[in-house]
């Protein structure tokens, strides 16, 4: 059967959809946390109710709005009182609400991924609380992805203004998330392990909605729970490799981490008076296989790639999925390539920049590549790409997509997908096209999922 372009694009969207609703960061957490007959089940571990005095929750992250609800609800009235259950929780601006006793604090405003000093004071307020506990004491941490910006806490020799601008730098010359996390922790005193080592209680259990390809614990959000495995050194080394020094980095950030590696080799693991696990509760494959179920379900021949490593350039990836949509049409049959992953971007000086994020970047590529090959067109083809937290860059977008209509759109306008490209403007490419995914937040974020159908 010929789908046609309208039904195209609403199947890419409801496929996309079904993925993004699969990681629910509420019922995520509702499905770990379970209390029957006086006793507290947290994934494999179980517990006594009459074996606590007191539960506290602390954490942080773009889904932690939702991850802190669904606790409330797991836990259930009886328990938040019994316990006397406190919790800090620093989140966007955007995803404050009020719960039972969960407190949920605005760190940063939305679509703005980097940390403030409202960020500052709720660390300092979550680390205040964990070292609060004792051993009779449970304390849940949740963590999700855009922890680190939303969880600052600068050494004492470093300003936060230096901390943002070694983040900006970084993130603006191309760094991806191992080399910007190994930075950030080594001017922290809450990442890489501290927050566990500064907790007194018996035991820290950790609910983890992974963003980092791979599952790597000591990278979601700046791993503030795991011993860290990098030093100081490696952290200049990445200093180096993006020339900060040349690009005006502050001494000071140079001077803590030159005195750091002559100091220690390695962070100390968290203090042994508290016994930390770990459970992966959802991430970008689960996302990716959720939307593959929808995709058979509406008659697609279907392929998954999630990826388990760093892709690199959006723009690659957007126009390697372009010429997979050309081959998948060529086979004659209704098809779906779902996609998981989170790329990079390499953004021009601040003064030339205009506004978008890698998910709409990555499909203006797809357009252009679609757009500038003799006789091709996006013909029977969408292909979509979208932030699952919905936030794409410092835009009100989740991201974008592309169809024959769009195609024919930016003709008509006479938009140059190139130039927009180059000043990292796809957002103001997109928006008159009417061509942009916008959810406001969802309170998950599993990195990005891509969508590419072909009608047969």
Known sequence: ?????????????????????????????????????????????????????????????????????????????????????????????????????????????????????????????????????????????????????????????????????????????????????????????????GLAGACRAGQMVVLIISDVLGDPLDVIASGPTVPDPSTPADALAVLEQFDARQAGICDAVFDHLQQADKAVSQKSAPLPNVRVTHRILGNNRTAVEAAAREANRRGYATTTDAAERLEGDAENVGRRLAQFAVAMRAAGQPACLISGGEPTVRLVPAEQRGLGGRNQQLVLAALDHLATRPGETAQDIVLLSGGTDGEDGPTDAAGAWLDQRVLQQMQTLRLEPQEFLRRNDAYRFFEPLEALIRTGPTHTNVCDLRIVLVSG
């Open 1 to 193: 059967m010929i789908r046609s372009t309208e039904q195209l694009r609403n199947d890419a969207l409801a496929i996309w959809q079904a993925g993004v609703d699969a990681v629910r960061s509420d019922a995520l957490v509702q499905e770990q946390v379970r209390v029957a007959e006086d006793v507290l089940t947290i994934g494999a571990d179980a517990w006594r109710l009459d074996q606590i005095d007191r539960i506290a929750v602390v954490g942080c992250g773009k889904a932690g709005a939702g991850m802190a609800a669904g606790l409330e609800r797991a836990l259930g009235q009886q328990v938040l009182a019994d316990k006397r259950v406190v919790g800090w929780v620093n989140v966007p601006d955007d995803c404050v609400r009020p719960l039972n006793r969960i407190h949920l604090h605005g760190a940063r405003p939305p679509g703005i991924n980097e940390p403030t000093q409202a960020g500052v004071e709720g660390a300092d307020r979550i680390l205040e609380l964990v070292g609060s506990l004792n051993r009779r004491d449970l304390c849940i941490c949740l963590i999700s992805g855009g922890g680190s910006a939303l969880l600052p806490a600068p050494v004492s020799s470093i300003r936060l203004k230096d901390k943002l601008d070694v983040t900006r730098h970084l993130s603006g010359s191309g760094a991806n998330i191992q080399q910007l996390n190994t930075v950030r922790k080594h001017l922290s005193r809450i990442k890489g392990g």
